[in-house]
């Protein structure tokens, strides 16, 4: 599931340099009602979520960035 995530002030600045795709973060914060669309591709229609943020943190569960030695 992929989610619009807002973060306001300069808490995104810090953050900017240490995110990247795939990158597993933690989000608390205040949902917003589910919008529903026709997607562009075949009409079908598809769910955007958003959220404000209220705290954003990095996940301790998050995937390494190189394969350890051995498991390839």
Do not use: C, H
Not at 34 to 48: F, L, M, R
């Amino acid at each position: 599931i992929w989610w619009r995530v807002n973060i306001w002030d300069n808490r995104a600045d810090k953050m900017l340099p240490y995110l990247k795709k795939g990158t597993p973060v933690i989000v608390f914060g205040e949902m917003g009602k589910p919008e529903i669309y026709n997607s562009t591709k075949d009409g079908s229609p598809q769910v955007s979520l958003t959220m404000t943020a209220d705290t954003v943190k990095f996940s301790p569960f998050g995937r390494p960035d190189k394969p350890e030695s051995g498991m390839e």
